[in-house]
């Protein structure tokens, strides 16, 4: 009991006087700590009512918005850039021409080709079956 005295009056000593204009500032704090703690902070402009949503869940949702909006962008920039190379590729073709009547020269040939054909396949058909024999 004599020990925790002199650590009382030892405590005392190395605190020091305290004037009463210290307390009543102390005291004067406190209350408008405690009054704070009770009301709540002040509501800012712009800030939900509530207070339920946090300010890290607001950042998610603006660069999970910002990633969305990016997406969409790039897959813009693709379809125009991609309409621009078929409008180019077809700019560099030349206009089909109207197709002309064919010369009876033409046709000739065309028909003198089917029938060499024609017969090259028959005589090969009769070359097969006579070595079958």
Do not use: C, H
């Not at 950042?59 to 078929?86: H, Y």
């Not at 073709?93 to 017969?119: G, Y």
Request: glycine share 4%; charged share 25%.
């Amino acid at each position: 009991m004599r020990l925790s005295i002199i650590l009382l009056a030892l405590l005392a000593i190395a605190a020091g006087p305290v004037s009463a204009d210290e307390a009543a500032g102390r005291i004067e704090r406190a209350n408008l700590l405690r009054k704070l703690l009770e009301d709540g902070p002040p509501v800012r402009a712009g800030a939900p009512a509530s207070g339920t949503e946090l300010p890290a869940a607001k950042i998610e949702m603006q660069q999970q918005n910002e990633a969305e909006r990016l997406q969409v962008e790039q897959f813009q920039d693709g379809q125009w850039r991609q309409l621009l190379e078929t409008q180019r590729a077809n700019a560099n073709r030349p206009d089909p021409t109207p197709t002309q009547p064919r010369s009876p020269l033409v046709f000739e040939r065309e028909q003198q080709a089917r029938d060499l054909s024609i017969q090259i396949q028959r005589q090969d058909l009769e070359y097969r079956q006579t070595n079958r024999r």
